[in-house]
């Protein structure tokens, strides 16, 4: 009973081990793949925050448009122009798929990863890791990643360092920190899920939600929103993507909010929402597991 018991622990941290921040810590000297040296905190950003954001807003739009039909609450609200903007991009898809598909896709209904491989030109999904006892990992499943494209987000509660964040961070290995302190919570389970949720039904703003909870379920709405699943690169394991902070700016259309995976946890928080996006250090082909490298080491 008591090796039992022992072999289950042991199996537990093999695979906790390659989320569990001291562990890494411990091990860099080890394994200096893991390590990016970057000049400063402010440079570190391997395509620009414009590239970004226009990466954000293609698949956003896009996945918009593909839910259309579910849109009309939130198109009442809209300033004619932007509802316009969306019919005539609509009416040109349209044309499109009456040239090309059949009847079904006619009806201009697809799955989140067929829109972000048509958008992108590529699909990633959760699978077992090819590590070890690492558990599931994220996989290019179609296509193939440029180097430099935005290849996944890190879902979660956005916390300030000064916030509490204590029970929530018990036995958890999704805590994301950022170079200034914030932490991203992006455990889809527990009291986690709990937070995310009450904050998501807080923000909300009648048909208008400021953020996407359904990475939480098994039916995820943004493709890209499955980051925190990316294991830790290994001496073996070369990183092909690292992670890359991006504050939403203010002028982020209020339609679009409902793809966004992250939610601050203070409500009266003014500063901009902060994300982590994944970001391809170099082609990554079909069938390839991504691996990140956790740490920046500023000189």
């Not at 009266?268 to 250090?281: D, F, M, N, T, Y």
Request: glycine share 6%.
């Amino acid at each position: 009973m008591t090796g039992r018991l022992l072999r289950g622990l042991w199996q537990r941290w093999r695979r906790y081990k390659y989320r569990f921040v001291p562990w890494i810590a411990l091990n860099l000297s080890h394994n200096p793949r893991t390590l990016r040296y970057v000049p400063e905190e402010s440079k570190d950003k391997i395509i620009s925050d414009e590239d970004v954001l226009g990466t954000l807003l293609k698949v956003f739009q896009a996945l918009f448009l593909n839910d259309f039909h579910k849109q009309s609450d939130i198109l009442t609200i809209l300033p004619e122009p932007v509802k316009s903007k969306y019919q005539d991009l609509l009416a040109v898809q349209y044309q499109r798929v009456n040239l090309l598909e059949n009847k079904h896709q006619q009806q201009n209904i697809f799955k989140p990863e067929e829109i972000l491989y048509k958008t992108l030109g590529f699909s990633v999904a959760r699978a077992t890791s090819s590590l070890i006892s690492a558990g599931r990992g994220v996989f290019v499943t179609k296509g193939l990643v440029p180097k430099g494209a935005v290849v996944s987000m890190y879902p979660g509660t956005v916390y300030q360092k000064y916030e509490p964040i204590f029970f929530q961070s018990i036995g958890n290995p999704f805590i994301f920190r950022c170079l200034d302190g914030v932490l991203i919570d992006g455990n889809d389970k527990g009291i986690s899920k709990v937070v995310y949720r009450s904050c998501n039904g807080r923000d909300r703003l009648g048909p208008l939600k400021m953020s996407d909870s359904t990475w939480l379920t098994s039916e995820i709405h943004n493709p890209l929103a499955i980051g925190q699943y990316v294991n830790n690169c290994s001496n073996d394991r070369a990183a092909n993507v690292c992670y890359q902070e991006f504050d939403v700016p203010a002028v982020f259309p209020v339609e679009l909010k409902q793809y966004l995976p992250n939610i601050a946890y203070s409500y009266e928080k003014q500063s901009p929402l902060r994300c982590v996006v994944l970001i391809a250090l170099r082609d990554i082909e079909q069938g390839e597991e991504l691996f990140s490298n956790y740490y920046t080491i500023v000189s």
